[in-house]
């Protein structure tokens, strides 16, 4: 049984190793519909004209188009108090005046029942308290509506229907409606047997992805947590990802994959292995070799508060650098 066991690590090892090797394709690099994550200090009243006037140059040159902030969290119920983002509409307008072409997505959380005490998207009434606070949002002026609600498992019939209710709201508005998603099963059923051992929704099926997909303009797969010990099983770890993500995203909808611009290190991600770096290099390895002419892609960027000025330098360097 050991020795299967062994055999079946090495060939993983292989295989991730594989997929990290080669050379990069020249054009596989920005496509101007990158994203960054940012902490709720914009909105809350922590942040000034003068961290707007910062934040413009931070990305002047790259290719970021949305700005997910952080305007919850949601409370269990599906309502958004309006006290949490007193400052929502003061920055909004102001990347507006200092950042023209940027869009301002409102990033709405919250955790997830059954394997949490929270939010419970199977519930009709919590989905149209849901639906309401996004309107909410929307009534702010926000470019769109971001969801992170977490851990969605997969094949939960209730997130598909939320989707399905709030995308016409977007839709009249003009607006974006975006999500963060888990990982794609890298092998196939393994989020079945996840839930069967740790009862937690770590992966989401690959056909799963593409239920969600099809409902939004624009997702972002969170490519990071992976529990990788080596930069190497990293960074083919997020080829793996990209490559199934591509396989079933419709070209029409934006697909972005995320960066870890953020430093931990426990038993689920190991900062010396998930690096910037390495992750750009995997994504950038798959989309030239999958979709070298797909536009509607990018990354996004995982968190400002956290991100060091090498990150930055790395994600310029390795993304958005004409070769």
Same mark, same amino acid.
């Given at each position: 049984?050991?020795?299967?066991?062994?055999?079946?690590?090495?060939?993983?090892?292989?295989?991730?190793?594989?997929?990290?090797?080669?050379?990069?394709?020249?054009?596989?690099?920005?496509?101007?519909r990158?994203?960054?994550?940012?902490?709720?200090?914009?909105?809350?009243? /922590?942040?000034?004209?003068?961290?707007?006037?910062?934040?413009?140059?931070?990305?002047?040159?790259?290719?970021?188009?949305?700005?997910? &902030? +952080?305007?919850?969290?949601?409370?269990?119920?599906?309502?958004?108090?309006?006290?949490?983002?007193? /400052?929502?509409?003061?920055?909004?307008?102001?990347v +507006? /005046?200092?950042?023209?072409?940027?869009? &301002?997505?409102?990033?709405?959380?919250? #955790?997830?029942?059954?394997?949490?005490?929270g939010? +419970?998207?199977?519930?009709?009434?919590?989905?149209?308290?849901? *639906?309401? !606070?996004?309107?909410?949002?929307?009534?702010?002026?926000?470019?769109? #509506?971001?969801?992170?609600?977490?851990?969605?498992?997969?094949? *939960?019939?209730?997130?598909?229907?939320?989707?399905?209710?709030?995308?016409?709201?977007?839709?009249?508005?003009?607006?974006?409606? !975006?999500?963060?998603?888990?990982?794609?099963?890298?092998?196939?059923?393994?989020?079945?047997?996840?839930?069967?051992?740790?009862?937690?929704?770590?992966? =989401?099926?690959?056909?799963?992805?593409?239920e969600?997909? /099809?409902?939004?303009?624009?997702?972002?797969?969170? !490519?990071?947590?992976?529990?990788?010990?080596?930069? !190497?099983l990293?960074?083919?770890?997020?080829?793996?990802?990209?490559?199934?993500?591509?396989?079933?995203?419709?070209?029409?909808?934006?697909l972005?994959?995320?960066?870890?611009?953020? =430093?931990?290190?426990?038993?689920?991600?190991?900062?010396?292995?998930?690096?910037?770096?390495?992750?750009?290099?995997?994504?950038?390895?798959?989309?030239?070799?999958?979709?070298?002419?797909?536009?509607?892609?990018?990354v996004?960027?995982?968190?400002?508060?956290?991100?060091t000025?090498?990150? =930055?330098a790395?994600?310029?360097?390795?993304?958005c650098?004409?070769?």
């Open positions: 049984m050991l020795s299967v066991m062994l055999v079946a690590v090495g060939a993983v090892v292989v295989a991730l190793r594989l997929e990290y090797a080669g050379t990069p394709a020249a054009d596989a690099r920005t496509r101007g990158d994203a960054v994550w940012l902490g709720h200090a914009w909105v809350d009243g /922590r942040k000034s004209d003068a961290d707007v006037a910062g934040l413009a140059t931070l990305l002047a040159g790259t290719g970021i188009k949305d700005l997910y &902030v +952080h305007t919850g969290p949601l409370e269990h119920d599906g309502t958004l108090p309006s006290g949490l983002h007193p /400052r929502a509409r003061w920055f909004v307008d102001a +507006h /005046r200092s950042l023209p072409g940027i869009r &301002v997505q409102s990033w709405l959380g919250d #955790i997830v029942a059954p394997e949490m005490d939010l +419970h998207v199977d519930d009709a009434a919590v989905r149209d308290r849901v *639906t309401a !606070s996004a309107t909410q949002a929307l009534d702010l002026g926000f470019d769109g #509506i971001h969801f992170d609600l977490e851990p969605i498992r997969s094949g *939960t019939p209730g997130f598909l229907a939320l989707l399905d209710q709030v995308r016409p709201i977007t839709a009249a508005r003009g607006v974006t409606l !975006s999500v963060s998603a888990p990982q794609i099963d890298p092998l196939p059923g393994l989020h079945s047997l996840g839930i069967a051992l740790a009862d937690h929704g770590k992966w =989401w099926s690959q056909a799963y992805f593409a969600v997909a /099809r409902r939004v303009d624009q997702v972002a797969l969170m !490519s990071y947590d992976t529990a990788m010990p080596l930069r !190497s990293y960074g083919g770890y997020v080829a793996h990802q990209t490559e199934l993500a591509l396989e079933v995203t419709p070209a029409n909808v934006d972005l994959m995320g960066v870890p611009a953020f =430093w931990a290190d426990d038993p689920g991600h190991h900062g010396s292995a998930e690096t910037v770096p390495a992750a750009l290099r995997g994504i950038r390895l798959a989309l030239g070799r999958d979709a070298p002419d797909r536009r509607s892609f990018g996004a960027l995982y968190v400002d508060f956290a991100a000025p090498q990150d =930055w790395d994600y310029r360097r390795d993304w650098r004409e070769p």
